[in-house]
């Protein structure tokens, strides 16, 4: 009998010690977050309000993160390392009115054709629809709005109302807003005009009015096999809400499937 008790000793013994090294390999193996963002007087100061959410979303000790932060005219654009998004597992997108070289457009549509998620910030609407002359080497990419986030570019709402926020009430239990609360903010960044949502399954998240005129604010689709998750916010000071910061935290751990 003691050989039996010694041999089911051995055996649980190394059968704990996979699971923690299985564990402790789990641990380390963390979900590789890449920001891509542009900076230019027209895009809300997103070079200086992702570096701090990216370092706060790194801070929660789930995610590896890397903030790409690209240089040139916005009609001759380049993200430096962008080969990284081919290990990338979530693109988080605040780009404006970009054109890359055709190189980099490809491992971003690769990227994304493979099902990469995405999640995309206020100007993402007009990330790639360039004005002016492309150069040969470079490449625009208008079809990005509504064939990745299925919408429009329509136009923005009077500066001066802003925009009030609120829960979508069909949606009020999706994953992603569970830390959005109160369930209402003002925005100090004027409204977007996005309808009508070109993809019938769309899954409004919030709304924003700004006077008479309402229109989606935040949103989740599938483009392909990617998870999307877009939102018209991120003016500066909507990082200092914390509902902001939580939809964001919460999309990112959407997009990614957690």
């Known amino acids: 009998m003691r050989p039996v008790l010694i041999l089911i000793t051995l055996v649980?013994?190394?059968?704990?010690?996979?699971?923690?090294?299985l564990s402790g390999q789990k641990a380390v193996k963390k979900p590789h977050v890449v920001f891509l963002i542009s900076e230019d007087s027209l895009n809300y100061e997103a070079h200086l309000t992702m570096p701090v959410f990216a370092k706060m979303l790194e801070k929660?000790?789930?995610y590896k993160v890397t903030v790409l932060k690209g240089k040139g005219p916005n009609n001759a654009f380049s993200f430096p390392g962008l080969e990284i998004l081919k290990k990338a597992d979530l693109v988080v997108l605040f780009s404006r009115r970009i054109a890359l070289p055709h190189k980099e457009m490809k491992i971003l549509k690769d990227y994304l054709g493979q099902g990469g998620?995405?999640?995309?910030?206020?100007t993402g609407n007009h990330a790639f629809t360039t004005r002016g002359t492309v150069g040969e080497d470079y490449q625009s990419w208008p079809e990005f709005v509504p064939e990745i986030l299925g919408c429009g570019n329509r136009g923005y709402g009077p500066v001066?109302?802003?925009?009030?926020?609120?829960v979508a009430p069909e949606s009020a239990n999706h994953p992603i807003l569970r830390g959005f609360k109160p369930t209402q903010f003002h925005s100090v960044g004027n409204i977007y005009y996005v309808t009508p949502l070109l993809d019938k399954e769309t899954n409004v998240l919030l709304n924003g009015k700004a006077g008479n005129e309402v229109q989606p604010v935040a949103w989740t689709r599938n483009a392909g096999k990617s998870r999307v998750f877009y939102t018209t916010l991120g003016y500066p000071t909507d990082f200092l809400e914390p509902q902001f910061n939580n939809l964001l935290m919460g999309a990112i751990q959407w997009a990614i499937g957690k």
């Open 12 to 21: 649980l013994n190394l059968t704990l010690a996979r699971a923690e090294l």
């Open 60 to 62: 929660k000790g789930k």
């Open 117 to 122: 998620p995405l999640v995309a910030i206020r």
């Open 160 to 166: 001066a109302l802003g925009t009030d926020v609120t």
